[in-house]
């Protein structure tokens, strides 16, 4: 820490701390704190050496199956000291995650590019046969994998809103009837193959409709107050569905059927499991491996953020992180926060996990709407680029406002979209497919000195950096670089410099010395 004066009333504040920090000064334990945000420790300096070096030890140490981590620390005083910078800023990394995936990530799954709709409002009729006519848009927007929103018989019974909430399921072994039968799925599924695409589908596990028909079957199944009465998941305001016992073998038997009737009968690509974490891990490892046996190329996603759903068999978890960070930039934060969050996610799960990266989902509001135009285009562009999955929500491409209420019904009009954001998400669609960078490359920050948001992407002597101007004013940056991807119409390049208007941005490449894409 350097020579300081121990008059000065020293505080020490930590920011996004995840599990327990414990802090010596000179051999001394000084404190702890546990999983706390920008706390500050004060009166320490009884323990610091006036004048003399003083010796600061940090140890993290994390919870259950989550890495301990530490942004940073800062280091300030209430009273003019010259010995100290005020504040001091040290950047902090976790060590990285060493457990192992227990499977092999397929090529096809690094490549994904993910498009989620809920076929209730993406056609006027909502039926799997509206969706054969209008999956050309998906297509030619770029997109290889559709996410489909759950396709089953919705509960009538503690509905809420007037078409009830399609996570409220009623019958596992069915479409629902609104929809269409199984043999036009299975015709719709037919047409997404044929196109090159793959098609995976929500999966509910967790709970069920209150009149699904173990309810009255097996109500043992069920989760139940100390009145024997069954209850919807604890800590929810989801009255409108039943909890699931995981404690009971036989729900475990009866939901490895219902995955492997749809992966294997029916002839889904994979799945996207609701509420993972609200499941038993011992389920999903034993269920997971159990289908990859069978599909090995199956792709599982967790809508969950917890190191521990990779490692019981999931191909991919969510990107919160970035999602909040693109909220925090636009709140002030600064932009560098992009590539932070993006190595944080990389130390903190283990090797060849991949994230989910998105700007909205069915569960938040609209990006265009929270962000605003330009700065949603920055976070399209982030996600397209950084590593992982990117995901696109239904409508984000038109750059619609309105958030898709999932238990009414919002005909998305595909013919009325903000044409700048339409093109934009099939020139990075196409860019990624193009760029084995984007794909399978290292990620590394820009120089410290560059006030931008971004990184650079190095892949077999490739090397592709991508800069975001958050800026309300031309920013220049010294790039050397061999040819444009993309920029923004107002900006301007060269092969040496690089001046970006207010929001702007660029893809720029570097190629190998033989100039080949790779």
Request: charged residues 25%; proline residues 4%.
């Amino acid at each position: 820490m350097g020579a300081i004066d121990t008059a000065a009333d020293i505080f020490i504040k930590a920011e996004k701390l995840n599990g327990e920090l414990i802090v010596w000064l000179n051999g001394e334990l000084a404190f702890k704190l546990n999983d706390t945000e920008n706390i500050a420790v004060p009166a320490i300096q009884g323990l610091l050496i006036s004048g003399a070096e003083n010796i600061l030890t940090i140890r993290l140490r994390g919870y259950s199956n989550e890495l301990a981590a530490l942004t940073s620390l800062i280091f300030s005083t209430h009273k003019a000291d010259s010995s100290i910078q005020e504040p001091k800023h040290t950047e902090i990394w976790p060590e990285p995650n060493t457990a192992s995936l227990a499977f092999t990530q397929l090529d096809s799954h690094k490549d994904m590019i993910l498009y989620e709709l809920f076929l209730r409002n993406f056609t006027p009729n909502g039926t799997f046969n509206g969706l054969q006519y209008r999956l050309d848009h998906v297509y030619n927007l770029g997109m290889n994998t559709i996410w489909l929103m759950p396709i089953h018989p919705i509960g009538e019974l503690k509905r809420k809103g007037s078409y009830g909430s399609p996570y409220s399921v009623r019958a596992y072994f069915l479409t629902n009837p609104d929809m269409g039968s199984k043999e036009q799925f299975k015709e719709m599924l037919g047409e997404v193959h044929r196109k090159g695409m793959k098609l995976i589908i929500d999966a509910v596990a967790n709970h069920t409709a209150w009149d699904n028909g173990l309810v009255y079957t097996n109500p043992e199944y069920y989760t139940k107050d100390k009145e024997g009465n069954i209850i919807h998941p604890k800590g929810t305001d989801w009255t409108d569905v039943a909890d699931l016992d995981y404690s009971n073998s036989n729900v475990h038997n009866f939901m490895q059927s219902y995955f492997d009737y749809w992966l294997t009968e029916m002839g889904v690509d994979g799945f996207r499991c609701d509420v993972s974490e609200m499941v038993p891990m011992d389920f999903w490892n034993m269920a997971i491996g159990n289908l990859r046996k069978k599909r090995p190329e199956i792709f599982m996603l967790a809508e969950g953020t917890e190191s521990a759903n990779l490692e019981n068999g999931f191909n991919a978890v969510y990107s919160w992180d970035l999602y909040y960070a693109f909220q925090k930039i636009r709140d002030g934060a600064d932009p560098s926060l992009i590539y932070k969050t993006l190595r944080m996610e990389e130390l903190r799960y283990p090797k060849e996990s991949l994230l989910m990266h998105f700007a909205e989902n069915h569960d938040t509001e609209r990006a265009a709407k929270t962000l605003g135009i330009q700065q949603h285009h920055l976070a399209l562009i982030t996600i397209f680029t950084a590593p992982g999955i990117p995901m696109i929500y239904s409508g984000q491409e038109l750059g619609e406002t309105e958030r898709m209420d999932i238990f009414e019904k919002i005909t998305l009009n595909l013919n009325r979209r903000f044409e700048p954001s339409f093109q934009l998400v099939k020139e990075l669609a196409a860019l990624r497919k193009k760029e084995a960078a984007l794909r399978r490359g290292q990620l590394l920050p820009l120089p410290e000195s560059w006030p931008a948001g971004g990184y650079i992407r190095s892949y077999k002597g490739d090397t592709l950096t991508v800069l975001l101007n958050y800026r309300d004013e031309d920013a220049y940056y010294n790039l050397s670089s061999d040819r444009v991807l993309l920029i923004n119409g107002e900006s301007r390049w060269t092969q040496t410099a690089v001046r970006l208007s207010p929001k702007g941005y660029i893809v720029a490449a570097k190629r190998n010395k033989l100039g080949k894409t790779r």
